[in-house]
C-alpha cells in the first residue's frame, strides 16, 4: 500500500573512466579479463526459478581468437519455451501488483551494481565476447546500461505523475498497467546495455518477459543476469532462453497470451515478425505492441564551408568505432570537391594509424568482427570494390581470419553516388565516399535523402549557418537522430534519445519516456462523488 509520494534519486549520467595507465579502473579490468580469458563459463536457460542444462550446448568464443573457447551455453528446444511462456504468466500477478517504488528499487540497485562491483567483469566479458576495445566497453557495458536504469526509474516516475484534470464533483485517475501478457525481448550482440535494457525496461513497468539474446552475445549476458539477480529480480519475471531463432520466435507468436515484442536486430527479421504477428492476429488476446529498432545506411555530409579535420574525426570515429557495427555507424559520406584533397590526404593518415588486434592491448583501436558471417560479407564487398571500375580503395582494404576475423579500416571512393556499398548495410568497418560539386549542395542533400531505404542516424558538418538550416529541413524524414558537427554515434541516454524511421524501426526512442510508455496499458478512473438519481436533463423542463 501506498504511504507517500516518494521521489526516487536524480538521475544523472555515469561518467566515463578514462583507463589511463597504472589507473585503477585499468588495473582492475585487465585482471577481470585475465581471469575469465582462462576459465570456462556454463550458461543455462533460465527458467522461473530453475537453471536448465539441456546438454545440447555451443561454445563461447572469442571474435578476435576464435579457437579460444571461454565457456558454452545450453540450446532450448520447444518445451523450453513453453515452460518459459508459463512461467511468465505464472509471475504476471504478483510483479504486476508489486508496488512501483519496490520495482524501482530493484533496478536502482542494479545500476550500483555495474557501478561499483560489477563494472570491471562486465566490461571484461564485452571485450572478450564482443571484441569491443574497453573506451567502447565502457561506454557501452557500463555507462550506456547505468544510465539506462537509472533514467527508466525516472521516465517511469514522470509517467505515473502525468494525471488527467478533476474538479470538485469528479475525481479523475489514470493508472498506467503492464500489459495483459507477456514481452518477447529480441536483443543484438553488439551493444550489451540495449541487450538488458530491452528485457529490463518492460519490466519496470510491471510486464514479465521471455528474453532471447544474441548467440553472440551470451558471454556479457551471464554478468547482466548475476547482476539482475542480486538485485532482486524476482525469479520468472526475466525468463532467458537461446537456441534456434526461428523456433523460439514461431514459438512464442503462437501463444494467445503473447502482448508485445521488444526487438533490436535486422530490418529483414524484424518486418517477418511483423507479418507473423499480423498473421496471428484473431489468436491474441490483445493487440501486441510492436517496438523496434533496425538497420541503417547512416550519412555525413559536409558543406563546403565545413572543418576539414572535424569531417576527418567524425568519419573515422564515426565509421569505425567498434569496427562499425553499430546501428549508427557512419557508411556513406559526401564531401565537395574544393574539400577533397585535405580531407583524403588527412584520412588516410588517421586510417593508417590505427593499431588493429586483441582488446586486451589497450593501445588497438579496431578489433575483429563479430563472427566469420559477418567476416566473409565485408570480405566479399571489399573484393567487389577492387574490381569495380565506378570503385576505388584508397586507404584498407586487407583481412584475415587466420586467428580473429580481422578486417582493416576500409575506404571506398566511388563515382556512381548509387554504387552498392552506399545503399547496402555492411555492419563493419567499411565507408563509401562520393565527392560532388560544391554547387549542387542541394541537390546532393536530396541525394542523401532518396538513396537509402533507412532512416536512423546522419550528420551534417558546415561552418554555415544557412546550410544547416538547409540540411536540417531537407533531412528531416532520413534520421531520427541528426547530428550537426558531430559523428552519428554516441547517443547518451536522457540526452539524445535513439531511434529512426523508414526501415530503421519504429522510431520509440530508447533512452526516454516514449518507450517506457510502450509498455504500459493506461485505464481511466472516474469516480464522481454525488452520483444523479434522476435521468432528465434541464433541457426537458416545461
Known amino acids: 500500500m501506498l504511504k507517500g509520494f516518494f521521489n526516487v534519486p536524480k538521475a544523472v549520467n555515469e561518467p566515463v573512466k578514462g583507463y589511463a595507465p597504472n589507473s585503477p579502473e585499468r588495473t582492475a579490468v585487465q585482471a577481470a579479463y585475465t581471469t575469465m580469458w582462462n576459465s570456462q563459463i556454463d550458461v543455462p536457460l533460465h527458467i522461473g526459478n530453475e537453471e536448465i542444462r539441456t546438454g545440447n550446448t555451443r561454445n563461447i568464443t ?132 540495449i541487450a538488458a535494457n530491452l528485457p529490463a525496461s518492460a519490466a519496470m513497468m510491471g510486464n514479465v518477459v521471455v528474453w532471447k539474446p544474441s548467440d553472440s552475445q551470451v558471454f556479457s549476458t551471464k554478468i547482466i543476469l548475476d547482476v539482475f539477480k542480486e538485485a532482486g529480480v524476482p525469479d520468472g519475471v526475466i525468463n532467458v532462453v537461446f537456441g534456434d531463432a526461428l523456433m523460439i520466435t514461431d514459438t512464442v507468436l503462437a501463444s494467445r497470451d503473447f502482448a508485445g515484442v521488444h526487438f533490436t536486430g535486422s530490418t529483414h527479421v524484424f518486418k517477418d515478425i511483423w507479418a507473423k504477428i499480423g498473421a496471428n492476429i484473431h489468436n491474441y488476446k490483445t ?60 584520412l588516410i593518415t588517421d586510417v593508417k594509424s590505427m593499431k588493429m588486434g586483441s582488446p586486451e592491448d589497450f593501445g588497438n583501436f579496431i578489433t575483429a568482427v563479430i563472427h566469420e558471417g559477418s567476416f566473409d560479407k565485408l570480405a566479399s564487398y571489399i ?112 540526452m539524445q534519445p535513439f531511434g529512426g524511421a523508414r526501415a530503421s524501426g519504429t522510431n520509440d526512442k530508447a533512452g526516454s519516456a516514449l518507450n517506457l510508455l510502450r509498455w504500459a496499458s493506461p485505464r481511466t478512473i472516474k469516480e464522481t462523488f454525488v452520483t444523479p438519481e434522476d435521468y432528465r436533463y434541464p433541457f426537458l423542463g416545461e
Request: hydrophobic share 40%; proline share 4%.
Open 62 to 193: 572469442a571474435p578476435h581468437d576464435h579457437q579460444h573457447v571461454v565457456g558454452k551455453y545450453h540450446l532450448a528446444e520447444k518445451q523450453h519455451i513453453e515452460k518459459a511462456i508459463a512461467n511468465a504468466l505464472e509471475s504476471r500477478h504478483a510483479w504486476a501488483n508489486m508496488a512501483w517504488e519496490q520495482r524501482a528499487a530493484i533496478f536502482l540497485k542494479a545500476a550500483e551494481l555495474i557501478a561499483g562491483p560489477y563494472r570491471a567483469r562486465i566490461n571484461a566479458a564485452t571485450m572478450i565476447g564482443q571484441s569491443k576495445n574497453i573506451h567502447q566497453a565502457e561506454i557501452d557495458a557500463s555507462c550506456e546500461l547505468i544510465d539506462f536504469l537509472r533514467y527508466n526509474v525516472e521516465f517511469m516516475t514522470q509517467i505515473y505523475g502525468d494525471q488527467p484534470k478533476s474538479d470538485s464533483t469528479t475525481w479523475n485517475r489514470l493508472e498506467y498497467r503492464p500489459l495483459e501478457g507477456f514481452v518477447y525481448a529480441i536483443t543484438p550482440f553488439n551493444f550489451t546495455a
Open 383 to 494: 573484393d567487389q570494390a577492387k574490381n569495380d571500375a565506378d570503385a576505388e580503395i584508397i586507404v584498407g582494404g586487407n583481412y584475415d581470419k587466420s586467428v580473429g576475423y580481422f578486417v582493416e579500416p576500409t575506404v571506398i571512393v566511388t563515382t556512381n553516388p548509387k554504387y552498392t556499398t552506399m545503399e547496402t548495410e555492411l555492419f563493419g568497418p567499411v565507408v563509401t565516399i562520393y565527392i560532388y560539386e560544391d554547387a549542387k549542395w542541394e541537390e546532393t542533400l536530396e541525394l542523401v535523402n532518396t538513396t537509402s531505404e533507412y532512416a536512423l542516424t546522419g550528420a551534417v558538418f558546415s561552418q554555415d549557418r544557412y546550410a544547416i538550416e538547409v540540411a536540417t529541413v531537407k533531412l528531416q524524414n532520413s534520421a531520427g537522430n541528426f547530428y550537426i558537427n558531430d559523428k552519428p554515434t554516441g547517443a547518451v541516454v536522457g
Open 287 to 346: 493487440y501486441p505492441r510492436i517496438v523496434g529498432e533496425t538497420g541503417g545506411k547512416d550519412f555525413i555530409i559536409a558543406h563546403p564551408s565545413a572543418n576539414v579535420k572535424q569531417v576527418v574525426t567524425g568519419i573515422t570515429r564515426g565509421a569505425f568505432e567498434f569496427q562499425g557495427q553499430k546501428c549508427s555507424a557512419a557508411s556513406r559520406v559526401y564531401i565537395p570537391q574544393s574539400l577533397w584533397p585535405a580531407v583524403k590526404e588527412q
